[in-house]
Nanobody
Framework: QVQLVESGGGLVQAGGSLRLSCAAS????????MNWYRQYPGKQRELVAR???????NYADSVKNRFTISRDNAKNTVYLQMNSLKPEDTAVYYC?????????WGQGTQVTVSS
């Protein structure tokens, strides 16, 4: 059974940090591109960060130099380290796994940044 389980969301003050985790099962994790998306109420999901199977990373301009995506293939887990958080980072964050034409999503985790 394919499953992505996010954790690590919560409430933090502006300027603080959080680390999101996404544990994967049922997929060939080492061959999979892993993405973090976020979604504001009433808006479409937007890509925050991506890490490919060989470790190449990409970031949305709004989070460059503040967020870091990483993966631990031994643990089938991808992380999103979020530093210098801003109120506009408040959203539901989703983990996404992509392998060829296959794509699956986690259930999402709420991140709330207070000013």
């Amino acid at each position: 059974q394919v499953q992505l389980v996010e954790s690590g969301g919560g409430l933090v003050q502006a300027g603080g940090s959080l680390r999101l985790s996404c544990a994967a099962s049922g997929i060939m994790f080492g061959l999979t591109t892993m993405n973090w998306y976020r979604q504001y109420p009433g808006k479409q999901r937007e890509l925050v960060a991506r890490i490919t199977s060989v470790g190449t990373t990409n970031y949305a301009d709004s989070v460059k130099n503040r967020f870091t995506i990483s993966r631990d293939n031994a643990k089938n887990t991808v992380y999103l380290q979020m530093n210098s958080l801003k109120p506009e980072d408040t959203a539901v964050y989703y983990c996404n796994a992509v392998f060829n034409s296959f794509s699956t999503w986690g259930q999402g985790t709420q991140v709330t940044v207070s000013s």
